[in-house]
Structure formats: structure tokens, C-alpha cells
């Protein structure tokens, strides 16, 4: 993913677990707004991890909408449209040059659909294990 030198540090399960050691010294409302976020960003970072091996597997020409789209299509939710642009965007590409790969998405949401639900799980266990552990 990361082309022509850039690079994008993404959010770690140790990311979330010092975010959650944090927001346990927190009142409630911001303690609760501080785990959400958290959450978010974990899983934002597993849905990347998909979006780059699916453009390794597939030789994908990713653009910003085309990667939104695979994500709605695999969770039924949007994410990040500032680093959807910043990771996949090209200089100079105009909305009319779009990627040859619009007509694949269907085939690569349902082809990535299970083993990104699978994942995604597997990620809100890691984060209920991770908070559990933390208020003990």
C-alpha cells in the first residue's frame, strides 16, 4: 500500500490497550468517549489491512471510493474518507479517470466478505479481552 514513499502508521492492538490505561483515570462520559474512539481506530486499522491484501491478491488499482465502497459492502459502514485520500489517491487523477476495477468490487466483497467478518470478530475480542484486563 504504501506507494511512492508514503507511509501511514496504522493503530495497534498496544495503540488501544494504552488508550484504554487512559481512559480508566477519565470521568465516565470521557472514558466512554475514549474507548469508542479506540475501538474505532482498531478496526479502521483491520479493514486497511484487508484493502492492502486485497490490492496485493488482486492487483487492484485502489481508489479512495472504490476502497470505501469494498468496506461498505464488507460492514455495512464508512470509514475514514481523509486517509481513504491520503492512502489511495493518485496526483493529477481526476473523478474521470476512474480505476478500470469499479466492475469488481461485487466479486471482492463477497470474495473478502467472510475473512474480514472473521477478522473484524476476532478484533472486538482482542479489545474486550485488552478492556476486562485493564479494570481488574
Same mark, same amino acid.
Given at each position: &500500500?504504501a506507494? *511512492?514513499?508514503?507511509?501511514?502508521?496504522?493503530?495497534?492492538?498496544?495503540?488501544?490497550? #494504552?488508550d484504554?490505561?487512559i481512559?480508566?483515570? %477519565? *470521568?465516565?462520559?470521557?472514558?466512554?468517549?475514549? $474507548?469508542?474512539? #479506540?475501538?474505532?481506530?482498531? $478496526?479502521?486499522?483491520?479493514?486497511?489491512?484487508?484493502?492492502?491484501?486485497?490490492e496485493?491478491?488482486?492487483?487492484?488499482?485502489?481508489t =479512495?471510493? %472504490?476502497?470505501?465502497?469494498l468496506?461498505?459492502?464488507?460492514?455495512?459502514?464508512?470509514?475514514?474518507?481523509?486517509?481513504?485520500?491520503?492512502?489511495?489517491?493518485? =496526483?493529477?487523477?481526476? #473523478?474521470?479517470? $476512474?480505476? =478500470?476495477?469499479h =466492475?469488481?468490487?461485487?466479486?471482492?466483497?463477497?470474495?473478502?466478505?467472510?475473512q474480514?467478518?472473521? *477478522? &473484524?470478530k $476476532?478484533?472486538?475480542?482482542? &479489545?474486550?479481552?485488552?478492556?476486562?484486563? #485493564?479494570?481488574?
Open positions: &500500500m506507494k *511512492d514513499g508514503r507511509t501511514l502508521v496504522l493503530y495497534t492492538l498496544d495503540h488501544y490497550q #494504552a484504554i490505561e481512559a480508566i483515570e %477519565l *470521568d465516565l462520559g470521557r472514558q466512554r468517549a475514549w $474507548k469508542a474512539a #479506540a475501538a474505532k481506530r482498531y $478496526k479502521q486499522t483491520v479493514l486497511f489491512h484487508w484493502l492492502e491484501q486485497l496485493i491478491a488482486e492487483e487492484a488499482d485502489l =479512495p471510493t %472504490l476502497a470505501l465502497h468496506v461498505k459492502g464488507w460492514t455495512g459502514r464508512g470509514i475514514d474518507r481523509a486517509i481513504l485520500n491520503k492512502w489511495f489517491s493518485h =496526483p493529477g487523477r481526476t #473523478a474521470a479517470d $476512474k480505476s =478500470p476495477d =466492475p469488481k468490487q461485487a466479486d471482492w466483497i463477497e470474495k473478502y466478505q467472510a474480514v467478518v472473521d *477478522d &473484524m $476476532k478484533a472486538v475480542r482482542d &479489545m474486550r479481552a485488552i478492556r476486562q484486563a #485493564a479494570w481488574r
